[in-house]
Every structure is written in structure tokens, then in C-alpha cells.
């Protein structure tokens, strides 16, 4: 098997940086299940097609993490909460 790779963008990074470490262990396995299989999230449609959003828990809270993927490579756009999650994603 191949390994993956995975991509952050800066949007991605910026939003992660801000998170408490317990945050960012649930985000890391959310990361980990998204290699394993890509089309865990929500396939999303017009504006975002091509996008997939899965939603996690983590530490209580709904959060939702933005990326695509072809067979080689994750690209990981965004992660946060609801609020605002796709006007951001959309810049």
C-alpha cells in the first residue's frame, strides 16, 4: 500500500494553531480516519463541489473538518465549529 500524503492549507493551519492540545488529538484522529477512508465526510455540492466535510466530536462540541483527496494525497482546508465554518471555506 501507498502512503498518504497529507496537505494542510494555511487556513487549515491558522484554525488548528488556535485549538487547545485536547482539541487537536481529536482533530489528529479525525485526520487519521479521513486517510483510512476519504469518504467518511459529506460530499458537498454547487459552490463547494468536490469538498468533503466530516463532522466530529471533539471534547463536546460539533466540529467540522473541510478537504479533498484523490487516491495519493488529503488536502485538509479547514477545520472548526458551525459557526461561519462555510462563508469561511468559501474564501
Keep these: 500500500m501507498t502512503d498518504i500524503v497529507v496537505l494542510q492549507t ?8 488556535k485549538l487547545h ?3 487537536k ?3 489528529d484522529q479525525a485526520v ?4 483510512l477512508n ?9 459552490d463547494l463541489a468536490g469538498i468533503y466535510v466530516h ?4 471534547v463536546g462540541q460539533l466540529f ?6 484523490d487516491p495519493a494525497t488529503r488536502t485538509l482546508l479547514l ?8 462563508r469561511n471555506l468559501k474564501h
Design 10 to 17: 494555511n487556513a487549515f493551519l491558522r484554525a488548528y494553531k
Design 32 to 35: 487519521t480516519d479521513i486517510v
Design 79 to 86: 477545520v472548526g465549529t458551525h459557526e461561519n465554518f462555510y
Design 64 to 69: 467540522l473538518l473541510a478537504y479533498e483527496f
Design 55 to 58: 463532522k466530529f466530536k471533539c
Design 38 to 46: 476519504p469518504v467518511i465526510g459529506e460530499q458537498k455540492k454547487g
Design 21 to 23: 492540545n485536547n482539541q
Design 25 to 27: 488529538d481529536a482533530i
